[in-house]
Each structure stands twice: as structure tokens, then as C-alpha cells.
């Protein structure tokens, strides 16, 4: 093999070594059991559903997303095609303190009488202001439907669905409570449309992880290029 595609070889292998190890996402999301007991038009209802939330990067800010894997409460009639409309809270916790709004789509099938109501994916839009770790918790649900309001709250004190290493649009770091003492930053939004712009998963894992092997990254590339000059160096007094 000739030292130029020697040269060639190593300089790809690190390069790529550094990009695939670097590129790994600062992020930490598990399913965590959410115990709701809902105050219900004829009475106190309540379900465990494990709750899932996802965060993807859209421009300044991300896209979550809350999925239920289990039904919660139900209804003494049918609801129709279109009546139930759920919402939701996720609170924030870490560096940044607030709550997120996320709702989604109303039923597209009829829920049968006296069965758990399967609530769709809710999604909504938060905007960093501090930059740090910031957790994202399942809170209230809310389910309008006839006419009626069931409020259903965690009475479990859940952990942290996902948790979202982020860099607020100042830069700053550090707790405290966002404007208004409510939205944490975050703007509301019950779009549920996919996002834009580059993907951030989370990822399972500990998140000192991320900063470790984007250090790793650093050092192979680094040690690339040590190999691609030696490599040369070496061509050129062989050729002489």
C-alpha cells in the first residue's frame, strides 16, 4: 500500500471516529409508573400508566412529546369519535423551574362505556432560558369531554420521565423560578407535527456519559492527526 493511501485511511479513520463518538446527545429519558387519581363528574377514578416523554431538538427550543401506555379513567357512556380532548402539564425541574403545556388530538375511534380511556400522544414546545440539566415530569391531565371536565393528578410523586442536558438562549446557568413563576421558559404549543431541524433522542444512559465521550472524540481525532503526520514524515524520508 502506497504511504498516500496510507495517509488517506488514517485521516478517514479519524475523522469518523470523532463525529460517530461526539455526536452523542446529552440526554436521559426512562418510562416511569404514574399513579392518577382523577376527580371525575360521578366520582373518584384513578389508574397507574406508565408515562413516556420524548424531546427533540426544533430550532431554539424542543419538541416533546407525552405518551400514555395505559388508559386512564373511563367514561359511564360511550364517548363518540371526536368528543374527548386531553391535555397535560409537564413540570420542569433542574436548572430551569415551570411547566409545559401539551395537548393533543381528540379521540379518532368511539371509547365504549366503562372502559380506560386511551389518551393520544400530547405534545407541545419548550424554549430554554437557563442553560443546565432540566428534568421534565408528568403532571395534571386534564380530559374535556360532553361537556364535562376530569382532572386527573399524580399522587405518587413520579420521577423524571426525561432529562435534557440544554443551553438557554443567554447562556446563563443556575435554578430559579421562570417569568410569570408558570411557564418555565416554555412555550405552549398543541401542534403535533413532526419537528424541524436536527433530531435530539434521548438517549438511556448516565449523563456525564455525553461530556466523557465527546472528550474521547476530541482525543482520537487529535491522535488522527499525530498518525496522518508521522505517516507522511515517514513517506517522505522513505522516498528520499
Known amino acids: 500500500m502506497s504511504n498516500q493511501k496510507r495517509t488517506t485511511l488514517a485521516l478517514a479513520a479519524a475523522l469518523a ?3 460517530v463518538v461526539a455526536g452523542a446527545p446529552a ?16 366520582g373518584p377514578k384513578g389508574a397507574v400508566s406508565p408515562i413516556d416523554i420524548k424531546g427533540v431538538r426544533s430550532g431554539d427550543g424542543y419538541k416533546l412529546t407525552m405518551s400514555f401506555q395505559k388508559g386512564v379513567s373511563s367514561s359511564p357512556v360511550e364517548l363518540g369519535k371526536g368528543a374527548m380532548n386531553p391535555s397535560a ?3 420542569l425541574g433542574g436548572a430551569e423551574q415551570g411547566k409545559v403545556q401539551v395537548t393533543g388530538p381528540a ?12 389518551i393520544s400522544d400530547l405534545s407541545g414546545t419548550y424554549t430554554p432560558k437557563k442553560s443546565g440539566k432540566v428534568t421534565f415530569t408528568a403532571g395534571v391531565l386534564t380530559i374535556k369531554a360532553l361537556g364535562t371536565t376530569t382532572t386527573c393528578t399524580p399522587t405518587n410523586s413520579p420521577g423524571p420521565s426525561l432529562e435534557l442536558d440544554v443551553q438557554g438562549a443567554g447562556g446563563s446557568s ?4 421562570a417569568d410569570d413563576g408558570s411557564t418555565g421558559g416554555a412555550s405552549t404549543g398543541g401542534s403535533t407535527g413532526g419537528a424541524s431541524g436536527g433530531g435530539e433522542l434521548p438517549r438511556t444512559g448516565p449523563l456525564d456519559s455525553a461530556a466523557a465521550l465527546g472528550t474521547l472524540g476530541g ?3 487529535l491522535t488522527g492527526a499525530v498518525g ?11 522516498a528520499g
Do not use: F
Open 89 to 91: 402539564v409537564i413540570e
Open 27 to 42: 440526554a436521559h429519558a426512562e418510562v416511569v409508573d404514574v399513579n392518577y387519581q382523577c376527580v371525575t363528574p360521578i
Open 107 to 118: 379521540n379518532s375511534e368511539a371509547i365504549p362505556a366503562n372502559t380506560p380511556i386511551k
Open 228 to 238: 496522518v503526520l508521522w505517516l507522511t514524515r515517514r513517506g517522505q524520508r522513505s
Open 17 to 19: 471516529g470523532s463525529i
Open 174 to 177: 443556575g435554578g430559579g423560578s
Open 219 to 221: 482525543t482520537v481525532l
